[in-house]
């Protein structure tokens, strides 16, 4: 069992940052992957990044490539999306989620909205 809590939402008007971060407790941290995603009102969830178990590889949408940064922290079982010039499209639900022994686990989901 794995559980999943993110923080870091609020209201940012366009150009600025917000960093949102995700703490896990459950299994061991450093076993899996864990991702972001983000759901927009009336639109589908939808990939933004990923990082990979030792934090070696990160994988980007299009969308937020060279704006957004994954990172974690095995020692803190914390993972961090920091998001810069952000534009009012990446106004979302933002989602941590990772996959562990075959299992899919979310958080509750932060809400981010930037203004124009």
């Known amino acids: 069992q794995v559980q999943l809590v993110e923080s870091g939402g609020g209201l940012v008007q366009a150009g600025g940052s917000l960093r949102l971060s995700c703490a896990a407790s459950g299994r061991t941290f450093s076993s899996y992957a864990m991702g972001w995603f983000r759901q927009a009102p009336g639109k589908e969830r939808e990939f933004v990044a990923a990082?990979?178990?030792?934090?070696?590889?990160?994988y980007y949408a299009d969308s937020v490539k060279g704006r957004f940064t994954v990172s974690r922290d095995n020692a803190k079982n914390t993972v961090v999306l920091q998001m810069n010039s952000l534009k009012p499209e990446d106004t979302a639900v933002y989602y941590c989620?990772?996959?562990?022994?075959?299992?899919?686990?979310w958080g509750q989901g932060t809400q981010v909205t930037v203004s124009s």
């Open positions: 989620h990772c996959l562990s022994l075959g299992a899919s686990y």
């Open positions: 990082i990979s178990k030792s934090g070696g590889r990160t």
